[in-house]
T-cell receptor, first 112, second 112 residues
Framework: DGGITQSPKYLFRKEGQNVTLSCEQNLNHDAMYWYRQDPGQGLRLIYYSQIVNDFQKGDIAEGYSVSREKKESFPLTVTSAQKNPTAFYLC???????????FGQGTRLTVV | DAKTTQPPSMDCAEGRAANLPCNHSTISGNEYVYWYRQIHSQGPQYIIHGLKNNETNEMASLIITEDRKSSTLILPHATLRDTAVYYCIVRPYSGGYQKVTFGTGTKLQVIP
């Protein structure tokens, strides 16, 4: 089955530690995205990538980093510079055409 | 990309039709209307999209006004599993999702 997989579903980290969230897709999509969602809020774009080895900052990139070494993988690192990292993180992928975006099931990160 | 306006919440009796409105008065001629829904603690899921004609699929119907400034998503026979946040977005048919705003959507509560 084609789809997009995020892991883990829940993640706990101590304050000051970097943490990497995994996102893998087997849909052969060129574009991949990372969003952050806080309770009762919409989705805010952190980073996106339209091609391997290239990515662009979204609206709230500070304190985050990404890589796109393979078409199917787009990991997100939440660094210690992110002031309030506790949130629900969503990864998505799409073609560059008119098809729908596919979302992963999300990773809920809690920093204590 | 054009922005959308949706009511923050709606209730619907189980088995009845749920009609979710969306205002997109600044939509451009090349922008499509897309609907997604997000069940609690999951990733958003695509429902339907359209340009100017009414569309129907196995999940829902989409009615777009003639001037394209508003639309309505119709769930013909709402079930408890339809309880979710519904997002209306507009985007050009090509170019990815990096400029798309997923706002706070409409929280639909289906009542037994």
């Amino acid at each position: 089955d084609g789809g997009i997989t995020q892991s883990p579903k829940y993640l706990f980290r101590k304050e000051g530690q970097n943490v990497t969230l995994s996102c893998e897709q087997n849909l052969n999509h060129d574009a991949m995205y990372w969003y952050r969602q806080d309770p009762g809020q919409g989705l805010r774009l952190i980073y996106y990538s339209q091609i391997v080895n290239d990515f662009q900052k979204g609206d709230i990139a500070e304190g985050y980093s990404v890589s796109r070494e393979k078409k199917e993988s787009f990991p997100l690192t939440v660094t210690s510079a992110q002031k309030n990292p506790t949130a629900f993180y969503l990864c998505a992928s799409s073609t560059m055409g008119g098809t729908e975006a596919f979302f992963g099931q999300g990773t809920r990160l809690t920093v204590v | 990309d054009a922005k959308t306006t949706q009511p923050p919440s709606m209730d619907c009796a189980e088995g009845r039709a749920a009609n979710l409105p969306c205002n997109h008065s600044t939509i451009s001629g090349n922008e499509y209307v897309y609907w997604y829904r997000q069940i609690h603690s999951q990733g958003p899921q695509y429902i339907i999209h359209g340009l100017k004609n009414n569309e129907t699929n196995e999940m829902a119907s989409l009615i777009i006004t003639e001037d394209r400034k508003s639309s309505t998503l119709i769930l013909p026979h709402a079930t408890l599993r339809d309880t979710a946040v519904y997002y209306c977005i507009v985007r050009p048919y090509s170019g990815g999702y990096q400029k798309v705003t997923f706002g706070t959507g409409t929280k639909l509560q289906v009542i037994p």
